[in-house]
T-cell receptor
């Protein structure tokens, strides 16, 4: 089975740095994804980690430790527009050609002025 | 470039009425296609996926069905809606890249 945990809510201040954690307990692992979802909109892809370490994309970075079943998304220089839900998702290697993703419930980030 | 179209954006339907949501993808061939549902404040629940024309796999037993009549068309249907079918429905596609891309979503309210 798949179990993905992330905090329900976080609050941070504009210009600050915030780290959103995700832990997973899955029967297999074939990649971890982070998506951003603004209220009422579709999720948009942020990052993908399949090997241990840090992936950096501008203000956003994502880290993965497969041995610990742990990832985090790091957002730097927070802007008001970063207020959104951040979804962690894991790919099930047993899903074969279906390449299914299992999503966590999301972390609602509120950026305050 | 690839694009995904999903419609309608919002829908209010009475209990017991039928449902048809459509999703089409452009700019790719033989993609994997997915239907997800998201309840308020929750994560995405995979409902159906398809790896090819006419190939549908269901992840959870429910009041819904899916069909893929063409390579880049994915349809979500119901013969009789229930109140519990309310939610945000998202179509997604995936090809050779690892990530999935989502349509704009349909907000369904069953009254």
């Amino acid at each position: 089975g798949q179990n993905i945990d992330q905090p329900t809510e976080m609050t941070a201040t504009e210009g600050a740095i915030v780290q959103i954690n995700c832990t997973y307990q899955t029967s297999g692992f074939n990649g971890l994804f982070w998506y951003q979802q603004h209220a009422g909109e579709a999720p948009t892809f942020l990052s993908y980690n399949v090997l241990d370490g840090l992936e950096e994309k501008g203000r956003f970075s994502s880290f993965l430790s497969r041995s610990k079943g742990y990832s985090y998304l790091l957002l730097k220089e927070l802007q008001m527009k970063d207020s959104a839900s951040y979804l962690c998702a894991v790919r099930d290697p047993d899903s074969g050609s279906a390449r299914q993703l299992t999503f966590g419930s999301g972390t609602q980030l509120t950026v305050l002025p | 470039s690839q694009t995904i179209h999903q419609w309608p954006a919002t829908l209010v339907q009475p209990v017991g009425s039928p449902l048809s949501l459509e999703c089409t993808v452009e700019g790719t061939s033989n993609p994997n296609l997915y239907w997800y549902r998201q309840a308020a404040g929750r994560g995405l629940q995979l409902l159906f996926y398809s790896v090819g024309i006419g190939q549908i796999s269901s992840e959870v037993p429910q009041n819904l069905s899916a069909s893929r009549p063409q390579d880049r068309q994915f349809i979500l249907s119901s013969k009789k809606l229930l109140l519990s079918d309310s939610g945000f429905y998202l179509c997604a596609w995936m090809d050779r890249a690892p990530e999935a891309f989502f349509g704009q979503g349909t907000r369904l309210t069953v009254v």
